[in-house]
């Protein structure tokens, strides 16, 4: 069964630093998303990507993060310079279609654990 | 805007026992889709089932039901005989419809089922 994959399952980096978290979508899959849950809390939405270009962003996606899609495979989500509070786990999903039909599920990927020291 | 309220932070329950989860939304959407999905302490999110804005029958899947009540606006999961593999966070989760909602899914904060052997 097609799943969606991410790499690494756990980084740990130092304040200030720059971090890329990696996800490879299902391969027919056109909208690609990255939400974040921060420990105990609930998930939140940061951005959709579509057609190589963001399509919807929330207020937490500033201008320390960006997407990109470099190769047709991956999707990536880089954090410029972290802060304490990105510590999170963030997750990767994809969908076939965003919405307007019946049923159309996000296949989540199993998340990327990002510590900030 | 979009709106999710999962009002019970814990949940137990006897293991062959059912139980019901609440959630309670909020949208201007007249087309929307609603979502469960379940985190074991592993953290992965697992998809389990879904319910239309115009489906006229409760989603089933399983041991999980959804029962769906519009003019409410409630959207409560029900999970029959209930296995000690169910302990997990579960969350409900909305998704909207066109317009420049590029299906993200706005989450609730999630209820922690306990299953009692």
């Known amino acids: 069964e097609p799943e969606v994959t991410q790499t690494p399952s756990h980084q740990v980096t130092q304040m200030g630093q720059e971090v890329i978290l990696r996800c490879v979508p299902i391969?027919?899959?056109?909208?690609f998303y990255w939400y974040r849950q921060i420990l105990g809390q609930k998930v939140e939405f940061l951005v959709s990507?579509?057609?190589?270009?963001?399509?919807?962003k929330s207020e937490i996606f500033d201008d320390q993060f960006s997407v990109e899609r470099p190769d047709g495979s991956n999707f990536t989500l880089k954090i410029r310079s972290t802060k304490l509070e990105d510590s999170a786990m963030y997750f990767c999903?994809?969908?076939?279609?965003?919405?307007?039909?019946?049923?159309?599920?996000?296949?989540f990927g199993p998340g990327t654990r990002l510590t900030v020291l | 805007a979009q709106k999710i309220t999962q009002t019970q932070p814990g949940m137990f329950v006897q293991e062959k026992e059912a139980v019901t989860l609440d959630c309670t939304y909020d949208?201007?959407?007249?087309?929307?889709?609603l979502f469960w999905y379940k985190q074991p302490s592993s953290g992965e999110m697992i998809f389990l089932i879904y319910?239309?804005?115009?489906?006229?029958q409760n989603a089933t899947e399983g041991r999980y039901s959804l029962n769906f009540q519009k003019a409410r606006k409630s959207a409560n999961l029900v999970i029959s005989a209930s296995q000690l593999g169910d302990s997990a966070m579960y969350f409900c989760?909305?998704?909207?419809?066109?317009?420049?909602?590029?299906?993200?899914?706005?989450f609730g904060q999630g209820t922690i089922l306990t299953v009692h052997p």
């Open positions: 391969s027919n899959h056109l909208y």
């Open positions: 999903a994809s969908s076939e279609r965003p919405s307007g039909s019946s049923y159309n599920e996000q296949f």
């Open positions: 990507f579509y057609n190589n270009e963001i399509s919807e």
């Open positions: 949208t201007s959407d007249q087309s929307y889709g």
């Open positions: 319910q239309g804005s115009y489906d006229e």
């Open positions: 989760a909305m998704r909207g419809a066109g317009g420049t909602s590029y299906g993200k899914l706005t």
